[in-house]
């Protein structure tokens, strides 16, 4: 989380007057990308920042939450950014923005509906890059203990005593 | 704590592995006097060590060493390398296991005969029968402390179980309780009650859940007739011209290959590494791997016919709070063949975290149909599906001599499809516990594929014949009278109930028995 910034750290206008924007979603900068809203922003050291900003939308299109914010994503696909797995990255973001531009769009990032990159997807579903980053995803994004809450799971209880206290048996509507 | 004994100690059992079988035939074996060398690939963890978080627990726990699959069980596709999901430490998966503790049905000790001839299956009676095994219930079922038996009470039931109660009773099923669960709903012989902490699967951090690694391993050792030996990997048994086995080749914590001479061998190392082993340990009298006459050692792989079934709510269920397998529908587990299949089914209360939910709901899948499922997380409830599958010969563990583990040996392959029985058993489980959630207004239901195997099965049977089998009526190799096979490996069929139960009650018949035989001049 550590190369994910808060939100505040810059605004907006700060943001934009340094960036480009890729898609409605992202932001990019020399060797950075962010929310286009500026919740969060991250560098990246291998791949280039369009990458990333196309990676992180894939991973949403793959996994889609609509109550998730977009940096749980981004912490998730962020260890694609080494040097020994971005020149995969990039041949693989090059061929889903490819498949874009096959269906007359400029790439992947500018297709506005979710359902035509999710075609695009389903296009490359047993490639090895989209089974790479959809079996990372899986723990990547879910095994966040940040992002449990935001489904309601409590993680560990044993700290607290379990639940023998505190609602094991608490459903009311039955 | 025991003395060590020496590696040139040719008195002792040497029993490998330390789970429901092996943990439990080392204390038995130790209180009644026997010297014991217990050999564990594993290292040793106890309560205060669990991890209450899916993914670390995994990586602290699980059996992760190098495995193959085929066949066309899904697990070959989604988890290629994880044919099981069980435990590598001192305990075994009694450290994981759920705690669901049922005796066989009466008529389940006599597949053969009472389903009659099954296509494609290698059905055969068990050598021994309910009235036998009986008294050796209860002791297991004493040491286990399990519950709504002896007069011990029943666990209180969770919001996970609530809801499939009610659904249960909607439906008109009768059998329907909180389980038979050696899991204390009171103190117990020096273990807390349960505190509905939920991470069953994860090693109860309480100690209210039985697992040999703080009952009977530590009190066998407190005996001084036991010695435990950690992260110490069986290679090979050896044998004299005699055709006796002779003692274990294994490799210790640092690598390095060690011979302890043995009295007797007992292979516990379950339903995988114990046929592994016996066929590792092929010799120019043995070619075929030790107590392999018969050609079944690895063969008539069962793994219970499973699946699960998860139903969204639209309020609030819960259902990781609270004890993960504390419920049961017992109604579907008797023979009735009316419904298509033989055999029969039990459906029991299950819990996933979020972490394997999004692993094992509907591996590979993804997209909104999954995500939406994965919205609603906290107002699932959910059940496992545990049944009788059928002994196929053909779904079996092999030796693949093309990939080599840690220590050079030939991997098991694990092969496994389903039978026709299977899948229709499977069909009728799906529809009866998406109709249970339904009943409670369940808007949406999910009929999850089978996780890696966690009830291992089959693959040293036990037969009356030696030309069917692998094993006597006392796990004794049909083959060579000082090597014994003493985990869930010699079950002839499966029966419909969760095996731990079993696996100890044979473990401590079988104790008796080597005792016996030890003290009659006999081993």
Known sequence: ?174 | MAAPFELTDDSVVVIIGTGAGGGVLANELAQRGVSVVALEAGGRYFPEDYINDEWESFGQLAWLDTRTTSGDWRVAKDFSGLPAWIVKAVGGTTIHWAGASLRFQDHEWKAATTYGPVQGANLLDWPIDAAEMAPWYDLAETKLGVTRTGDRAGLPGNNNYLVFEKGAKALGYTEVHTGRMAINSADYDDRLACQQTGFCFQGCKWGAKWSAAYTDIPRGEATGNLEVRERCHAASVLHNDAGKVTGVEYFDAEGNLQFQAARAVCVAGNSFESPRLLLNSASSMFPDGLANSSGQVGRNYMRHMTGSVYGVFDKPVRMWRGTTMAGIIQDEARHDPSRGFVGGYELETLALGLPFMAAFLDPGGWGREFTTALDMYENMAGMWIVGEDMPQETNRVTLNHDVKDQYGLPVPNVHFSDHPNDVAMRNHAYARGKAVYEAVGATRTFPTPPYPSTHNLGTNRMSENPRDGVVNKWGQTHDIANLFVSDGSVFTTGAAENPTLTIVALAIRQADHIAGEISRGNL
């Not at chain 1, 190369?3 to 934009?16: D, H, N, Q, W």
């Not at chain 1, 991973?59 to 080494?82: L, M, N, Q, S």
């Not at chain 1, 990039?90 to 506005?112: F, N, R, T, V």
């Open chain 1, 1 to 174: 989380m550590t190369a994910l910034k808060a939100r505040g750290t810059m605004t907006r206008r700060e943001l934009l007057s340094r960036s480009a924007a890729a898609g409605a979603a992202f932001v990019v900068g020399t060797g950075w990308v962010a929310g286009s809203n500026a919740a969060w922003a991250m560098e990246v050291a291998h791949l280039k920042p369009e990458t990333m900003a196309t990676l992180i939308q894939m991973a949403r299109d793959i996994y889609p939450h609509d109550h998730v914010p977009t940096e749980f994503y981004a912490v998730a696909v962020k260890g694609y950014d080494a040097e020994d797995k971005a020149a995969a990255v990039e041949a693989g973001i090059a061929a889903l923005d490819a498949a874009a531009q096959g269906k007359g769009h400029a790439g992947y990032l500018a297709m506005g509906w979710e359902r035509d990159r999710v075609d695009v997807l389903r296009g490359m579903e047993d490639s090895a890059f989209f089974q790479t980053i959809r079996g990372g995803l899986v723990t990547g994004l879910y095994n966040q203990k940040a992002v449990w809450p935001l489904f309601g799971y409590e993680g560990e209880s044993f700290s607290q005593g379990g639940y023998i206290d505190r609602g094991f048996n608490d459903i009311n509507w039955l």
